[in-house]
């Protein structure tokens, strides 16, 4: 989650921001609350780690062809791991 999404999310009148100003779609400045937005993106953080450390989908649907029901429930173990480490 980068500054430019939070700011998008926590304030819904903004619909352009160049720099470190935001701007409605009159193209009048918002002053965009900070703390807001930082809280935002720090609330958010697990999404970005959860998904650099799932193992690919395609082992899933490998497994599901195969009828491979070992090899289901890994993936499955390994994203509940994922989502223990990384918790919302």
Known sequence: ????????????????????????????????????????????????KRQAEYPPFTDYLDGIAKGDQAQINKYIADCLAVKERYPK
């Open 1 to 48: 989650m980068n500054k430019h999404q939070a700011i998008y999310k926590t304030h819904p009148s903004v619909v352009t921001i160049g720099g470190d100003e935001a701007f409605d779609a009159n193209g009048n400045q918002v002053q965009y609350d900070e703390a807001a937005v930082q809280a935002y993106i720090d609330a958010h953080a697990y999404i970005a």
